[in-house]
């Protein structure tokens, strides 16, 4: 009876903490993406005068796109958990 119970309950009870945490782990990298932007953007300035730099410059554009499809792919993909 005890295994009937937990086969109902866990399932219900790990659902919305597998969402929660795909939501918290979306909003860090949304976060990780938003504090790099001024940073970037100031790369990206000194690329267009100072073509030696322009490879700091991709890296730091890289990295905020990066953080920021990983941020969005998490709340898509919690959004997809809990409605399932």
Do not use: C, Q, Y
């Not at 005068?49 to 998490?74: E, N, Q, T, W, Y």
Request: aromatic share 14%; charged share 15%.
């Amino acid at each position: 009876m005890a295994g009937r119970f937990l086969h109902h309950v866990v399932p219900s009870v790990i659902r919305p903490i597998h969402a929660l945490w795909n939501e918290v782990i979306g909003f860090l990298f949304i976060v990780l993406a938003i504090v790099a932007v001024p940073s970037t953007w100031r790369k990206v300035k000194i690329a267009a005068d100072d073509p030696g730099s322009l490879f700091f410059a991709l890296i730091s554009v890289g990295f905020v796109l990066l953080m920021a499809f990983f941020g969005v792919s998490s709340f898509l993909k919690a959004r997809k958990i809990s409605r399932s």
